[in-house]
């Protein structure tokens, strides 16, 4: 029993000179993980361990799954600010674009005309809203 141990010990420190052997430089790093300071035995180690490597590689592959479904989220709906875009360079407005461009309801837009806060003129059946009115809304 006690040889085992003898001779494992033996192996570590073996382990360990070779380790001293083939490092060129030792430098005291920062675990870009989990902040811990460690001896680097390279330029390029950023990490205090394996387990701090590969946990760190799972974060980052995760957030770039996140970062890839947020893409996909808005290259499928880019819709909403090309319309506020376009929106914001009219003088009149439909009552959908104010909906759009003060991020309200519809319903609300259609509340705020019937109390006569925001004004609205009628081109046939309908109803646009001077661009204006809604920039004085904030004054
Ligand atoms: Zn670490």
């Known amino acids: 029993m006690s040889h085992i141990v003898a001779s494992r010990h033996i ?5 360990k000179y070779r380790h001293s052997m083939s490092t060129r430089l030792s430098v005291t790093k ?3 993980f989990c902040g811990k300071e460690y001896t680097a035995k390279t330029l390029t180690t950023r990490y205090c361990s394996h387990t701090c490597n590969s946990k760190h590689y799972k ?4 957030e770039e799954k996140l970062n890839t ?5 808005e290259k499928k709906n880019p819709e909403p600010s090309v319309i506020t875009l376009a929106v914001q360079q009219k003088d ?7 909906a759009s461009l003060l991020g309200a309801s519809r ?3 259609q509340r705020m005309i019937a109390k006569n806060i925001i004004r609205v003129a009628k081109l046939g059946a309908r109803s646009i809203i ?3 009115t809604i920039d004085n809304l904030f004054i």
């Open 92 to 98: 009149f407005l439909s009552i959908d674009e104010t």
């Open 69 to 73: 479904y947020k893409e996909s989220f």
């Open 107 to 109: 319903r609300t837009i």
């Open 11 to 15: 192996q570590t420190l073996t382990g």
């Open 130 to 132: 001077k661009r204006s």
């Open 30 to 32: 920062k675990c870009i």
């Open 59 to 62: 974060q980052l592959k995760r």
